[in-house]
């Protein structure tokens, strides 16, 4: 009997016999914006703002509560939020532009660019942009950021500048994103022109959830290949629409970045060059997640369908309670709204 009843216990706690819980499935646009919702109140996050793409243009997009809970300044969809590593997905069209432009290899030696190592193998560019430097080079994936960060010396090397510069001149400008830019707390923010304090003006406060109540939290001020972007969902979706167009990158250079990466023993790992790939029931999402202090983000891209969501928050509550860095997209109930909705159920854009 006692067995019985712990079966029982922990069908109803969905931990036995199924991975997730059963979650209703928005019908349309106004039934997800509530579920939306819902997820923020749930999560305990003062303030997200959201955006979906579809076919080369924004379909939908919103802000969620309070981005400033000292002068009650509400989300929208032009709010500034820290990215935390959804820097990367960046970073690694940077690196693909050289790559294209004949400055590197993704196969040359990190040590031709300064980088020093210790490993039982020789590690290149792509094992750092893919995650798999760790052990031997190439055989399992292991999320570093620490370790992506390097690629800041890549970068500085083949260009004979910062990562900044090589930033604004290759990718902000030419795609006129102005709410994108390096942490305005950091030095770099400078390369880009914008006006220090009016961009703070836009930028949500960063809150920790703690004994009932938020805590204002000071954002990390650094700024590297791995994480400290900021900007708005509009311009992220963007720039999403941008390398799907081919504005960014070569057709040949998005395959290799969206492609999941094999291991030397044929294995297909989750990520790819700088963007997770993975699948949901049967589609390849291409995707990243951002986690620090105060911060979390999500982007996800199904290329078959043309479409893109992008949500940041202002806590790290939308990303620190479910597995991401293992490549667990299912786990996350906000990917599984706008999957379940979008792509497998019957909800439409606007």
Request: charged share 15%.
């Amino acid at each position: 009997m006692k067995a019985v009843i712990a079966t029982g216990w922990l069908v109803g706690l969905g931990l036995l016999g199924c991975s997730k819980p059963t979650e209703p499935v928005a019908r349309s646009i106004e039934e997800f914006a509530q579920r939306v919702e819902s997820l923020r109140q749930q999560s305990h996050i003062p303030a997200i703002s959201v955006a979906i793409a579809q076919n080369q243009r924004i379909a939908w997009s919103k802000g969620y509560g309070t981005v400033d809970l000292a002068t009650n300044r509400m989300a929208s969809d032009t709010t500034v939020y820290h990215f935390a590593s959804l820097t990367k997905p960046f970073a690694a069209a940077i690196l693909l532009q050289l790559s294209e432009e004949g400055r590197i290899s993704l196969d040359d030696p990190v040590g031709n660019y300064g980088i020093v190592l210790s490993s039982p193998g020789v590690i290149r560019i792509r094992h750092l942009l893919s995650h798999t430097s760790s052990g031997t080079p190439g055989t399992r994936y292991s999320y570093d950021g620490d370790r992506f960060s390097l690629l800041d010396s890549v970068i500085a090397r083949a260009t004979g500048g910062s990562l900044a510069v090589a930033l604004v001149s290759r990718i902000l400008q030419p795609l006129a994103l102005t709410s994108i830019a390096p942490n305005p707390d950091a030095a770099a923010f400078s390369a880009t022109g914008l006006d220090r304090s009016t961009y703070r003006a836009n930028l949500a406060r960063g809150y920790t959830y703690a004994n009932g109540s938020f805590v204002p939290t000071a954002y990390p001020t650094m700024f590297s290949t791995a994480a400290g972007l900021t900007g708005s969902v509009l311009d992220l979706a963007a720039f999403s629409l941008a390398l799907d167009r081919g504005d960014v990158i070569s057709q040949a250079s998005r395959d290799a970045a969206f492609a999941p990466t094999l291991s030397l023993a044929g294995d297909t790992l989750p990520y790819g060059l700088g963007w997770f790939s993975t699948r949901y029931k049967g589609e390849r999402i291409v995707w990243h997640y951002g986690l620090w202090t105060a911060i979390s983000s999500l982007i996800i891209k199904v290329p078959s369908r043309g479409l893109t969501f992008v949500v940041l928050a202002n806590t790290d509550a939308l990303s620190s309670p479910y597995p991401l860095a293992a490549g667990r997209l299912d786990s996350s109930p906000w990917a599984r709204a706008f999957l379940d909705a979008f792509i497998f159920g019957t909800a439409a854009l606007p």
